[in-house]
């Protein structure tokens, strides 16, 4: 066996036993996260669940290993309740109600969005008009060596 064969193998080996515990280290961490924050739901948190329902908890019930959370969604006459899992939590809003963005924002930032885009477009068209002159004035000097080639050739003929 040849020594870098011998490195290839040595290297594949340590792969396969490092990458397993790599990705058993970042999913007990994340796995701790997860349980720390289904330990620390309580009624009036504002959450997001993984199905991207926003809602206030109104009820926490243990059902044997389960942790059930009660969600009432909705404002006033059209308010809604989900009972999900409390691992379906994905976020808990601290302080603070999920924001939307008033319309008038909204529309700045969709304005401001097609503005760019405009200048992104001038400026690629202005890039492609200067490589097209630059295509031109090269194709001109190519003309012009043309000719000047069968010049010389014609005079190398007279001669």
């Known amino acids: 066996m040849d020594a870098t064969q011998i490195i290839l193998i040595v290297f594949i080996v340590l792969l396969i036993i490092i990458y397993p515990i790599m990705i058993s280290a970042r999913n007990k961490k994340e796995n701790q996260r997860m349980q720390e924050q289904t330990n620390s739901l309580k009624r009036g948190d504002k959450v997001l669940t993984t199905s ?27 308010k809604g309740y989900i009972s999900v ?34 200048e992104d477009n001038a400026s690629i068209v202005t890039d492609a008009n200067s490589t097209s002159d630059a295509q031109v004035s090269t194709e001109e000097q190519d003309d012009t060596d043309k000719k000047e080639s069968k010049k010389k050739k014609k005079e190398k003929k007279k001669i």
């Open 52 to 78: 991207g329902v926003y809602g206030t908890i109104v009820d926490l019930q243990l059902d044997g290993d389960k942790k059930i959370v009660t969600i009432e969604t909705g404002t006033d006459s059209k």
């Open 85 to 118: 899992d409390a691992y379906a939590i994905y976020t808990i809003f601290k302080d603070e109600e999920p924001k939307e963005e008033p319309a008038a924002i909204a529309t700045e930032n969709k304005e401001n969005k097609t503005q760019d885009s405009k």
